[in-house]
């Protein structure tokens, strides 16, 4: 159930990124936040989001990058 919610929002944050002419880090970053986001919006699960886009989309775990998916995961959970 959560396929086309992660790949409809990791795509979105796909071409913003390539429009914006950001960084492979970076774009990846913004992939991970859209799918928390759109993970948190469908099932109204912050801490879901968050850890999905950890678990799945992100190679490593810091805590600058916590920052931006915690952001992005509440704000879609409201």
Same mark, same amino acid.
Do not use: D, K, N
């Given at each position: ?20 002419? !950001? ?7 913004? !992939? ?10 469908? #099932? ?7 850890? #999905?886009?950890?678990?799945?989309? !992100? ?11 915690? !952001? ?7």
């Amino acid at each position: 159930m959560e396929a086309p919610i992660v790949t409809s929002g990791s795509g979105i944050g796909s071409v913003v990124g390539h429009f914006l002419g !950001l960084s492979y880090r970076e774009t990846t970053m913004l !992939l991970a936040c859209s799918a928390a986001a759109g993970i948190s919006a469908a #099932f109204y699960s912050p801490i879901a989001g968050i850890v #999905f886009a950890i678990e799945i989309l !992100l190679p490593e775990f810091t805590i600058p990058a916590f920052i931006p998916l915690l !952001l992005a995961s509440a704000t879609a959970g409201q």
